[in-house]
């Protein structure tokens, strides 16, 4: 019965096109279930796409990570998400769950599988990880790089094993359109990578990459185009599909008797460029790191079908983009990064010396510092940041706006703020949206103080992802009479509240929600300015106009914090040799510090904190509560200690 209740609410999140076109695709997975043939293309590969540089002009810090990282996907040491390492075979066990130590194999059609419910405990991000071929990517790089022969077989070897195991639209890796666009991305650069190597005199590495384009290309590009993603199911799906065929029909263009040309990729292009990030250069889904992730794919798409673009579209995606790095350098902190919304640490090509690094390598790039991002400054020269635009927001009051995605920043001294005043999320699903309204994150000489939650799991723990995402996890205003929104499912949220509104008077920046029964969540932000440096924060909640109400609000402090109550409003929070004070107004009626004790499970939600995708720790947290009548100073003051 839940099941058919997610289904039910998901129809109604519909609209009538898309409700024709899932008809449509249901027609297609008929057609496709026992298709083995597809028909003859000519996939002589162009020298035109992608260009490379000379390996000559890599730095040797470079050349080290490389040897380093290749040397350990080739013994099958793996890293998903960019900080959990597995040891896995090589070639890896491409049915098999790592992280649960599950085996899921399975001859079913892909389109009678789904993939939100894998047996035995098994989930599916860890299963389609290694799938997305970063490993032969890394091996392939290491081959033109450093001129090593044994690297370039290696990937060979684990690609000709994925295609004996993975029979086309057989199985958990044919469940989606989007992974099957980013193998189209990796065999790219793996294919462009491999025969840079081999040069004019092409020997056994090109004979086997022949057989694999074979094997590979016409499949994958079938799939992605008839199977990609459409309406309240597309977002950075689409973009993600959509970049495969780029760089697969630009590379090949055979291709395009399979799929779209190059015209058409690149109208749909601008317009899923256009939808993807705001104006002011956020992420629609509101969701940071898929701020990244998008942008890659849009970035690479761009290039793929540079030649197809006509002078006005080309501007159009450039501007955007460029307003969408600006917009990344802007808001994440690289010396200590937390995401909002839900994130999972996916990235599109590992450009990076180290993958647990890659959000700060990519900021450090859009920043100009080739030392800290040398693989990008190789693959792509120095970010270009004379594209058109208004510039990386609205500066007023020492705060920089960006209101069309909801986020404000302010940089006070060694202080660093972030407010959100975002709507939930993207489209009539809000898919990757957080209760995260009025959340104040704040760092301090580039330590995390006051943190957003994090995102933790997708599907193999809906319990701690419902919390992570939920309002009573985030310091914005919580009554317990008022809800903002209903999670009604997996990527899907229903009765979402309105976007907050804004507003500045002088310095002080105010939010506001305002409740569809009536009540009126308010906080305002001050910065201090003068010693002891940092911010004010007021909070009020109307149920109705001048009737106060009870509420909670609760300031979740970063791992590695120490928090101790040094009076019976004060408290002292350090990091490391970082330390703030944290001062109480007279109007809460209770204040409560929790903080772990070391002997918490996994599973216990109170006080968890998910720093990257799949990971959690447990942090101190301070729980205010506010009650009517009396006292209404329900502020609270962070300051440098």
Not at 298 to 327: K, N, S, T, Y
Not at 404 to 429: C, E, K, Q, Y
Request: with cysteine.
């Amino acid at each position: 019965m839940a099941d058919l209740n997610w289904y039910w609410r998901r129809l109604r999140a519909m609209g009538m096109v898309e409700v024709v076109l899932r008809l449509r695709k249901k027609g297609y997975e008929f057609q496709d279930a026992k298709r083995d043939r597809w028909p003859a293309t000519d996939l002589s590969p162009s020298s035109g796409f992608p260009k490379l540089p000379d390996p000559a002009a890599a730095p040797e810090s470079l050349r080290e990570s490389l040897k380093c990282g290749a040397e350990r996907v080739a013994a099958g040491r793996l890293r998903f998400f960019g900080h959990l390492d597995v040891q896995a075979g090589t070639p890896p066990n491409w049915q098999r769950d790592y992280l649960a130590g599950v085996d899921v194999p399975t001859g079913d059609s892909a389109f009678t599988l789904n993939h939100r419910e894998l047996p035995g405990g098994a989930a599916i991000k860890p299963l389609w990880e290694p799938s997305r071929w970063a490993g032969p990517v890394r091996l392939a790089q290491a081959c033109w790089l450093l001129g090593n022969r044994r690297s370039g077989e290696h990937c060979l070897d684990w690609l000709e094993d994925w295609v004996a195991n993975n029979p086309p639209y057989t199985g958990w890796h044919w469940t989606s359109a989007l992974e099957s666009g980013m193998r189209l991305i990796a065999f790219t650069w793996i294919d462009a990578l491999l025969t840079a190597y081999e040069g004019r005199e092409p020997g056994e590495l090109a004979k086997r990459l022949a057989k694999l384009r074979v094997d590979i290309l016409p499949a994958h590009v079938w799939f992605t185009w008839r199977h990609r993603s459409f309406g309240s199911s597309a977002n950075n799906h689409l973009l993600g599909e959509l970049c495969g065929l780029a760089l697969a029909t630009a590379r090949w263009p055979g291709l395009a008797k399979l799929g779209p040309g190059p015209a058409k990729l690149g109208q749909r292009l601008e317009r899923e460029t256009l939808r993807q990030f705001h104006r002011d250069g956020g992420n629609f889904e509101q969701a940071l790191n898929y701020q990244f992730f998008a942008w890659e794919f849009c970035r690479e798409a761009r290039q793929a079908l540079a030649g197809a673009l006509p002078p006005a579209r080309r501007e159009r995606i450039d501007a955007r983009l460029g307003q969408a790095a600006r917009f990344f350098r802007e808001v994440q902190v690289p010396s200590a990064p937390w995401d909002y919304g839900d994130s999972d640490d996916a990235f599109v090509l590992p450009w990076f010396a180290d993958e647990s690094r890659a959000a700060a390598e990519w900021w450090h790039w859009i920043d100009g510092n080739a030392a800290e991002s040398a693989f990008l400054h190789l693959m792509r020269g120095p970010f270009d940041d004379s594209g058109t635009g208004d510039g990386p927001g609205m500066e007023q009051g020492g705060w920089r706006l960006f209101p069309d995605t909801g986020i404000a920043v302010n940089a006070l001294g060694h202080w660093r703020a972030r407010l959100d005043f975002s709507p939930l999320g993207a489209g009539s699903m809000a898919a990757h949206g957080h209760l995260d309204a009025q959340q104040l994150s704040l760092w301090l000489k580039g330590r995390a103080m006051v943190i957003d939650p994090g995102t933790g799991d997708y599907h193999g723990k809906p319990e701690l992802r419902n919390w992570l995402a939920s309002r009573e996890a985030h310091n914005g205003l919580c009554p317990d009479e008022a809800r903002l929104a209903r999670r009604a499912g997996p990527f899907l949220w229903t009765a979402a509240h309105p976007k907050p509104l804004q507003s500045l008077d002088g310095e002080v920046l105010e939010t506001e929600v305002r409740l569809n029964g009536g009540g009126l969540l308010s906080r305002t932000v001050k910065p201090l300015a003068n010693e002891p440096a940092g911010w004010l924060v007021s909070d009020s909640f109307e149920r109705q106009l001048g009737q106060v109400g009870e509420f909670v609000v609760r300031w979740q402090f970063a791992p590695g914090c120490e928090v101790e109550r040094t009076g019976e409003r004060a408290f002292r929070v350090t990091s490391e040799t970082v330390t703030m004070r944290v001062e109480l107004g007279d109007g809460w009626a209770l204040a409560e510090l929790w903080r772990p004790s070391g002997d918490e499970t996994a599973g216990q939600l109170d006080g968890i904190v998910s720093p990257r995708f799949m990971k959690t720790e447990h942090a101190p947290y301070l729980k205010l509560t506010a009650k009517p009548g009396g006292n209404t100073e329900f502020t609270t003051r962070f300051v440098v200690a």
